[in-house]
C-alpha cells in the first residue's frame, strides 16, 4: 500500500513521513485523565505513544512545498534511543517519491521545535557532528517572528526542542522570510498565527479549485486532540491552544476542509465535523491508502 495524493484542485498533497519517534504519552494529553486517553492510544513500557512526523508535499502551479521537516537524521545514539527514533529523513522520503531536495523551493515551519525543524538541516559530514548545512538549498522558509525569538533566546524548559545546529544555517542563508500575523507565502497558501502550542506557532491554509486543507501543526498532533481541550503539556500556553482550536476547527468544519495531523501514524489527515450541540469536533479520517 502506498500513499496517495490528495486533489485540491489544481493542487497536489503527498502524504509523506519524516521519521518516528515515541513521547510520553501522559504529556501529550497534558490535564486529561489516563482514564480517558488510554482508550484511544497504546503505551509502551517507558509510558510512551508512537508518533509520526507527516509532512505534506505540495505541488501548487510552478511550486513545490513543505510543511515542516520532522525529526531529520543528526541524533546521537543516545537521543535516538531516548525517543525511540526510527524510520528515514524527509530528504529519504522526498528522494523515495522522485523529488530532490534540491527541488523544494518553499518550506513553511509551523514553529521550530526539533520534530518540526530538525530535518532542516544535515552534518556537512557524516562524521563530524559540528557543521550543519541546510538540506534545501534552493528553497525560502517562512517562520513567524516570534517563533524565530524564542527559538534563538530559549529558556531553560525550551533548550531542548530548540536546537542551534537547526537554526544557524537557516539564519545565514538569505532565505529566511520573517513573518509577523497572517501572511500570504504563494498564490493559494496563507499562514495564520495561532501561538498557544509556542510562542509564534503558526497554522497553514491550503485552497484549491475545489477543496481547502488546514495543517494545524501541533495544535492537533493526534486526531485525538481534535477535542478542543485535548491539550498537550508541551503547550506554553493551553487558554490560547483552546481558543486557537475552537476557532479554526470551526473553520475547518464550515468549509468542509481536509486537516493534517502533524503527527497521528493511523490518520496524517482527517475530516472535523461540529459536535455536541457545537461545543466539540467529531473527526474522521480521510483514506489515503492505494494498491
Request: charge should be negative; proline fraction near 7%.
Amino acid at each position: 500500500m502506498h500513499p496517495c495524493p490528495i486533489d485540491l484542485g489544481g493542487v497536489s498533497v503527498l502524504p509523506l513521513r519524516g521519521g518516528a519517534f515515541r513521547l510520553d504519552a501522559g504529556a501529550m494529553f497534558g490535564m486529561v485523565p489516563k482514564v480517558l486517553w488510554q482508550q484511544h492510544v497504546s503505551i509502551d513500557e517507558n509510558n510512551r505513544t508512537a508518533l509520526a512526523c507527516n509532512v505534506p508535499l505540495v505541488r501548487i502551479g510552478g511550486s513545490v512545498l513543505v510543511i515542516d521537516t520532522g525529526c531529520g537524521d543528526k541524533w546521537d545514539a543516545k537521543s535516538r534511543e531516548m525517543y525511540a527514533m526510527e524510520g528515514g529523513s524527509l530528504c529519504d522520503a522526498l528522494r523515495a517519491c522522485g523529488v530532490s531536495p534540491e527541488d523544494v523551493t518553499h518550506v513553511v515551519l509551523t514553529h521550530l521545535h526539533f520534530d518540526h525543524a530538525g530535518g532542516l538541516t544535515r552534518w556537512a559530514d557524516a562524521s563530524d557532528a559540528g557543521c550543519p548545512v541546510l538540506n534545501y538549498p534552493r528553497a525560502v522558509f517562512f517562520v513567524q517572528k516570534a517563533e524565530w525569538d524564542a527559538a534563538l533566546k530559549p529558556s531553560e524548559l525550551t533548550r531542548r526542542t530548540y536546537l542551534r545546529e537547526n537554526l544557524e544555517p537557516l539564519a545565514s542563508s538569505g532565505r529566511l522570510r520573517i513573518l509577523d500575523g497572517g501572511a500570504a507565502v504563494l498564490p493559494g497558501v496563507s499562514v495564520l498565527l495561532t501561538g498557544g502550542h509556542s510562542p509564534g506557532h503558526q497554522a497553514v491554509r491550503i485552497e484549491g479549485a475545489e477543496r481547502v486543507m488546514y495543517h494545524p501543526g501541533d495544535l492537533l498532533p493526534l486526531s485525538h486532540h481534535s477535542r478542543p481541550a485535548w491539550i498537550p503539556a508541551y503547550d506554553c500556553d493551553a487558554s490560547v491552544s483552546l481558543e486557537a482550536k475552537k476557532s479554526l476547527f470551526a473553520r475547518a468544519a464550515e468549509e468542509d476542509a481536509i486537516v493534517w495531523t502533524a503527527h497521528d501514524p493511523a490518520a496524517p489527515a482527517v475530516s472535523l465535523a461540529l459536535a455536541d450541540g457545537g461545543r466539540g469536533f467529531c473527526c474522521a479520517a480521510v483514506p489515503l491508502e492505494r494498491q
